[in-house]
């Protein structure tokens, strides 16, 4: 069974704080990471993508992979309101299928 | 604009009842999915497709059926067989090669009379 497994939350942070979001999963032939924010009754949208060890940043956000451990993990800094909602960890594995976790709520407080 | 749609928004469906939702891509993309999604879950793959007039079955295809006549196209039939269709529908598309980044419509949200 491939499994990519995320912290429900709900999980709330101040604004203008740093929100990190945590994503393990269990099949280590797994090739790409996603990561998708979906706000509440709309679908997903995706926020970045990474395939390499380490980190990758795009504006606010950091992706971080660590394939040893099986663990990525997205970070948001200087979190607004507006970064409230579900974030979904998306694994592509060696079947070249998504496996998506259940997501954290993420709440940012004003 | 180039995106995926999907209609209807809303869709009930009585009991026995076969329904289908729709959805088109314009983004020449090659893969198509659908995925259920319950409250507070993720996302589940029902069917996808990686090429015209061929699809295979996701985690939880059983009580649903698809077609792929088109590029574009890639309807899903919710059948009677399907006791429990209440969720919200999403289908997505990637390009078949590269990243396979998959971008998701809007979506269709089920309901039973």
């Known amino acids: 069974q491939k499994e990519v497994e995320q912290n429900s939350g709900p999980l709330s942070v101040p604004e203008g704080a740093i929100a990190s979001l945590n994503c393990t999963y269990s099949?280590?032939?797994?090739?790409?990471f996603f990561w998708y924010r979906q706000y509440s009754g709309k679908s997903p949208e995706l926020i970045m993508f990474?395939?390499?060890?380490g980190d990758k940043e795009d504006g606010r956000f950091t992706a971080q992979l660590n394939k040893a451990s099986q663990y990525v993990s997205l970070l948001i800094r200087d979190s607004q309101p507006s970064d409230s909602a579900t974030y979904l960890c998306a694994v592509q594995g060696s079947a070249r299928q998504l496996t998506f976790g259940s997501g954290t709520q993420l709440t940012v407080l004003p | 604009d180039g995106g995926i749609t999907q209609s209807p928004k809303y869709l009930f469906r009585k009991e026995g009842q076969n329904v289908t939702l729709s959805c088109e891509q314009n983004?020449?993309?090659?893969?198509m999915y659908w995925y259920r999604q319950d409250p507070g879950q993720g996302l589940r793959l029902i069917y996808y497709s990686q090429i015209v007039n061929d699809f295979q079955k996701g985690d939880i295809a059983e009580g649903y059926s698809v077609s792929r006549e088109k590029k574009e196209s890639f309807p899903l039939t919710v059948t009677s067989a399907q006791k429990n269709p209440t969720a919200f529908y999403l289908c997505?598309?990637?390009?078949?090669?590269?990243?396979?980044?998959?971008?998701f419509g809007p979506g269709t949200r089920l309901l039973v009379l």
């Open positions: 983004l020449n993309h090659d893969a």
């Open positions: 990474i395939y390499s060890n």
């Open positions: 997505a598309s990637s390009t078949f090669t590269g990243a396979e980044t998959q971008y």
């Open positions: 099949d280590r032939g797994s090739q790409s």
